[in-house]
């Protein structure tokens, strides 16, 4: 039988001299550099146990242990199933118990195999935190100052590459709140800021590692990004803001993207000093721009650098624009979304052929949901082309997220039918994309009527409510809450192509996120609906469906579930009465009495039971007085007039106007009723209310009592901003309709009329 070489180096390994076991490992790792399908083969060789063994055996030889560590190294390079083979053969221990040595060669071979590792997301990170290896990693951060002196190409700079290694390990160790906290008060910002100085500049790459162990420290931690404004380089005490700027203008594009995403997940914090914004502001932002066509070859600490700065740039970019109207507008002067069109259409590039695809009818399209796009097969990787497409759509996304000049030039950029046709594309991450684009877009009313529909948003968008990614459906929920909206042509698509019945499907989906966008959806539909309407959604619903979501565990559902209650009672006396027919009158007040009273209450759902009342005391009589037979009800809404939030406070008073609405049946049983409960004093006290729309409300129900005032109690028009009115609406202000949106889960505002702002 004929013995192959790499056979008799899996062999040689059970040998009991040790230079014969080293031999064969060296020859191992001479096979398995850079040549995937050797990797795999000798893993299925099961040489890996044997590889560990060796490591954590204190008897083996430095040379061999080194060697070890090298081929543990590569092996990790290979994929995400290599690296779980090298966690299942429990090779993370040993190869952190490197770092601990004293000879430097099984140091960094230990690091750099281990920073292999952590490159995967699937790697463990909690040994790190335990058992000290963090204080391992941090000790290994400060190479000696006499490698300052010699060329680089010295022996002496063995301290650097370790130290730059010690850093890139940090930078994937540090992502979640628990780890970036364990790091930092291990003592390793200071020692990082450190490297940043001027003096380390002639090692670049360390300097890269430092700023990326940095800015992941920071991300999305307020706690450890003051801990980084706050710190000195050791070397001549520069504060470590200015030392991070002077990288943003660095000739190198990787160093200048990772100092600006280190400011930019500081600024996000709230933590970056007044006396840098400015600055920083007029650096990164056009520094971003300008890495969105980053094309020259580079290399840097990720291998191929260019592809790396292309990928993250516009990522980055969208970090630091999305929450702010003023940085959107700073981007559309620099020419930022002109730029991102380039990046996702090319120079003169031509639209995409749109093509109608074939929706079913509802009664398919609940039994059977269409699916758009295939989805990726299992561990297909996402290429860099792909990868930097992704990265553009969220940038575009964010940049037009506030302010309508923005959609505007996106509009003008002709990127609307590349993210229509990217919301079909096979890549999940893209279709994703493509739909956060869409809301964005979608929170502009001349965008709904127009160029939304012309570019064929409406059954993309709603298919994808069927996709096979979890991820995808919440997105395209979300986007699809201002489709519906009454104003946008696309609602009647949705309507005739079976949304009702698919919302409903997902609002009754395990996930929360799902099961609020499918609720917050269905409550915009119902804005401004017809009785017809109403009914279909409330047949495929069910009282009892929306009497579970009211009662939800998550507080924001229940919120979304309350105004839909709330947008169901707006009308005519006709669907008061199918509300009180469908849940029974009872339950009615039985719910109000619940959310008012219960005594930690967001104020949100108390706001949304009160305009329950509020729409539910523009019925009959019989209707009215359902209210007024509950005395803790009417006792919540006195309560709630002295509340600290004037939504509140509005509210109550509109329970008030249309319970003593002067034309009505039994009004004045009711005001007699009310002035003997306080409500009459209680008004007088505010009528030197600090919010305006609290003093005018206070005026009209005042006339109803027929005191202090002149002013007529008649139906009023509502126009105005979200947060108190209806948009573009001409009603009685008895009846309110809410179809605000704030982010997912938050307030859905204190009235009706809104864009989704999610």
Same mark, same amino acid.
Not at 96 to 102: D, I, P
């Given at each position: 039988?004929?013995?192959?070489?790499?056979?008799?180096?899996?062999?040689?390994?059970?040998?009991?001299?040790?230079?014969?076991?080293?031999?064969?490992?060296?020859?191992?790792?001479?096979? /398995?550099?850079?040549?995937?399908?050797?990797?795999?083969?000798?893993?299925?060789?099961?040489?890996?146990?044997?590889?560990? %063994?060796?490591?954590?055996?204190?008897?083996?030889?430095?040379?061999?242990?080194?060697?070890?560590? /090298?081929?543990?190294?590569?092996?990790a390079y290979g994929n995400d199933q290599n690296i779980q083979m090298l966690v299942e053969a429990g090779a993370i221990t040993p190869l952190l118990a490197t770092?601990?040595?004293?000879?430097?060669?099984?140091?960094?071979?230990?690091?750099?195999?281990?920073?292999?590792?952590?490159?995967?997301?699937?790697?463990?990170?909690?040994?790190?935190?335990?058992? +000290?290896?963090?204080?391992?990693?941090?000790?290994?951060?400060?190479?000696?100052?006499?490698?300052?002196?010699?060329?680089?190409?010295?022996?002496?700079?063995?301290?650097?590459?370790?130290?730059? /290694?010690?850093?890139?390990?940090?930078?994937?160790?540090?992502?979640?709140?628990?780890?970036?906290?364990?790091?930092?008060?291990?003592?390793?910002?200071?020692?990082?800021?450190?490297?940043?100085?001027?003096?380390?500049?002639?090692?670049?790459?360390?300097?890269?590692?430092?700023?990326?162990?940095?800015?992941?420290?920071?991300?999305?931690?307020?706690?450890?990004?003051?801990?980084?404004?706050?710190?000195?380089?050791?070397?001549?005490?520069?504060?470590?803001?200015?030392?991070?700027?002077?990288?943003?203008?660095?000739?190198?594009?990787?160093?200048?993207?990772?100092?600006?995403?280190?400011?930019?997940?500081?600024?996000?914090?709230?933590?970056?000093?007044?006396?840098?914004?400015?600055?920083?502001?007029?650096?990164?932002?056009?520094?971003?721009?300008?890495?969105?066509?980053?094309?020259?070859?580079?290399?840097?600490?990720?291998?191929?650098?260019?592809?790396?700065?292309?990928?993250?740039?516009?990522?980055?970019?969208?970090?630091?624009?999305?929450?702010?109207?003023?940085?959107? %507008?700073?981007?559309?002067?620099?020419?930022?979304?002109?730029?991102?069109?380039?990046?996702?259409?090319?120079?003169?590039?031509?639209?995409?052929?749109?093509?109608?695809?074939?929706?079913?009818?509802?009664?398919?399209?609940?039994?059977?949901?269409?699916?758009?796009?295939?989805?990726?097969?299992?561990?297909?990787?996402?290429?860099?082309?792909?990868?930097?497409?992704?990265?553009?759509?969220?940038?575009?996304?964010?940049?037009?997220?506030?302010?309508?000049?923005?959609?505007?030039?996106?509009?003008?950029?002709?990127?609307?039918?590349? &993210?229509?046709?990217?919301?079909?594309?096979?890549?999940?991450?893209?279709?994703?994309?493509?739909?956060?684009?869409?809301?964005?877009?979608?929170?502009?009313?001349?965008?709904?009527?127009?160029?939304?529909?012309?570019?064929?948003?409406?059954?993309?968008?709603?298919?994808?409510?069927?996709?096979?990614?979890?991820?995808?459906?919440?997105?395209?929920?979300?986007?699809?809450? #201002?489709?519906?909206?009454?104003?946008?042509?696309?609602?009647?698509?949705?309507?005739?192509?079976?949304?009702?019945?698919?919302?409903?499907?997902?609002?009754?989906?395990?996930?929360?996120?799902?099961?609020?966008?499918?609720?917050?959806?269905?409550?915009?539909?119902?804005?401004?609906?017809?009785?017809?309407?109403?009914?279909?959604?409330?047949?495929?619903?069910?009282?009892?469906?929306?009497?579970?979501?009211?009662?939800?565990?998550?507080?924001?559902?229940?919120?979304?579930?309350? +105004?839909?209650?709330?947008?169901?009672?707006?009308?005519?006396?006709?669907?008061?009465?199918?509300?009180?027919?469908?849940?029974?009158?009872? %339950?009615?007040?039985?719910?109000?009495?619940?959310?008012?009273?219960?005594?930690?209450?967001?104020?949100?759902?108390?706001?949304?039971?009160?305009?329950? &009342?509020?729409?539910?005391?523009?019925? +009959?009589?019989?209707?009215?007085?359902?209210?007024?037979?509950?005395?803790? &009800?009417?006792?919540?809404?006195?309560?709630?007039?002295?509340?600290? %939030?004037?939504?509140?406070?509005?509210?109550?008073?509109?329970?008030?106007?249309?319970?003593?609405?002067?034309?009505?049946?039994?009004?004045?049983?009711?005001?007699?009723?009310?002035?003997?409960?306080?409500?009459?004093?209680?008004?007088?006290?505010?009528?030197?209310?600090? #919010?305006?729309?609290?003093?005018?409300?206070?005026?009209?129900?005042?006339?109803?009592?027929?005191?202090?005032?002149?002013?007529?109690?008649?139906?009023?028009?509502?126009?105005?901003?979200?947060?108190?009115?209806?948009?573009?609406?001409?009603?009685?202000?008895?009846?309110?309709?809410?179809?605000?949106?704030?982010?997912?889960?938050?307030?859905?505002?204190?009235?009706?009329?809104?864009?989704?702002?999610?």
């Amino acid at each position: 039988m004929v013995v192959t070489k790499h056979e008799a180096a899996v062999a040689a390994l059970r040998s009991s001299d040790q230079q014969e076991r080293t031999r064969a490992v060296r020859f191992i790792k001479n096979s /398995v550099i850079g040549n995937r399908t050797k990797k795999e083969l000798y893993m299925k060789m099961g040489v890996t146990e044997r590889l560990v %063994k060796f490591l954590s055996d204190p008897t083996s030889d430095l040379d061999l242990r080194v060697q070890v560590s /090298v081929v543990l190294g590569s092996f990790a390079y290979g994929n995400d199933q290599n690296i779980q083979m090298l966690v299942e053969a429990g090779a993370i221990t040993p190869l952190l118990a490197t770092l601990s040595s004293k000879e430097l060669k099984l140091v960094e071979a230990g690091a750099r195999a281990l920073k292999a590792v952590y490159q995967s997301a699937h790697a463990p990170r909690g040994d790190v935190v335990k058992n +000290n290896y963090v204080q391992d990693l941090i000790s290994l951060l400060t190479p000696n100052d006499f490698t300052l002196d010699k060329p680089a190409s010295s022996q002496r700079t063995v301290p650097v590459r370790i130290s730059e /290694v010690a850093a890139g390990i940090l930078a994937k160790v540090s992502l979640a709140h628990e780890e970036q906290m364990h790091v930092a008060r291990a003592g390793a910002i200071p020692l990082l800021v450190a490297l940043l100085d001027v003096r380390w500049s002639a090692y670049p790459k360390l300097q890269e590692a430092a700023l990326d162990a940095l800015a992941n420290l920071s991300r999305e931690n307020p706690t450890t990004a003051q801990m980084i404004v706050s710190c000195k380089a050791s070397h001549n005490f520069d504060r470590s803001v200015p030392l991070i700027l002077r990288l943003v203008r660095d000739r190198r594009p990787v160093m200048r993207l990772l100092a600006a995403t280190c400011l930019t997940n500081i600024y996000r914090t709230g933590s970056l000093p007044l006396e840098y914004q400015q600055d920083t502001i007029l650096t990164v932002l056009p520094t971003l721009i300008k890495l969105f066509t980053e094309t020259a070859p580079i290399s840097s600490l990720y291998g191929s650098g260019w592809a790396t700065v292309q990928e993250k740039a516009p990522k980055v970019f969208a970090d630091m624009v999305e929450p702010s109207e003023d940085l959107q %507008k700073a981007a559309l002067e620099a020419d930022a979304i002109s730029r991102l069109a380039v990046v996702i259409i090319g120079e003169g590039g031509e639209p995409p052929e749109v093509v109608e695809p074939k929706v079913k009818n509802r009664k398919d399209a609940k039994k059977s949901p269409t699916k758009t796009a295939p989805p990726a097969q299992p561990g297909a990787t996402c290429g860099h082309a792909e990868r930097v497409k992704e990265s553009a759509f969220r940038a575009v996304a964010a940049v037009c997220s506030l302010r309508e000049e923005c959609r505007k030039q996106v509009i003008d950029a002709k990127l609307l039918p590349h &993210i229509v046709s990217a919301m079909s594309h096979p890549n999940r991450r893209i279709r994703i994309a493509a739909c956060e684009c869409t809301r964005s877009l979608s929170r502009s009313v001349k965008n709904l009527r127009t160029s939304l529909v012309d570019a064929g948003v409406g059954i993309p968008l709603f298919q994808l409510l069927s996709d096979e990614s979890v991820e995808v459906q919440t997105t395209a929920s979300a986007t699809l809450c #201002n489709i519906v909206l009454d104003f946008s042509p696309m609602k009647k698509t949705v309507l005739e192509n079976g949304g009702v019945e698919r919302l409903v499907d997902l609002a009754k989906s395990m996930d929360d996120r799902l099961r609020l966008n499918a609720v917050w959806a269905l409550k915009n539909l119902l804005f401004q609906a017809d009785s017809e309407i109403k009914e279909r959604v409330m047949k495929e619903l069910g009282w009892d469906g929306l009497l579970s979501l009211i009662n939800d565990n998550e507080t924001g559902i229940q919120e979304q579930a309350l +105004n839909l209650l709330r947008n169901l009672a707006c009308g005519k006396e006709s669907d008061i009465e199918q509300v009180f027919k469908g849940l029974g009158e009872d %339950k009615v007040m039985d719910i109000l009495e619940t959310k008012l009273t219960k005594p930690t209450q967001s104020d949100d759902i108390i706001l949304q039971a009160l305009y329950v &009342i509020v729409n539910v005391s523009t019925g +009959n009589d019989r209707h009215k007085a359902a209210i007024m037979n509950r005395e803790t &009800i009417i006792e919540a809404i006195l309560g709630f007039m002295s509340h600290t %939030k004037s939504l509140i406070r509005v509210a109550t008073i509109w329970c008030v106007i249309n319970l003593t609405w002067t034309d009505d049946p039994g009004a004045q049983e009711r005001v007699i009723r009310l002035r003997e409960l306080g409500f009459e004093t209680r008004l007088a006290s505010m009528m030197d209310d600090s #919010n305006m729309d609290v003093k005018d409300r206070v005026k009209t129900a005042l006339a109803n009592f027929g005191a202090g005032s002149d002013t007529l109690s008649a139906p009023m028009e509502i126009t105005g901003t979200a947060e108190g009115s209806s948009i573009g609406t001409r009603r009685s202000r008895r009846e309110r309709e809410d179809v605000v949106f704030g982010s997912l889960g938050a307030s859905g505002g204190g009235g009706s009329g809104g864009r989704y702002q999610g």
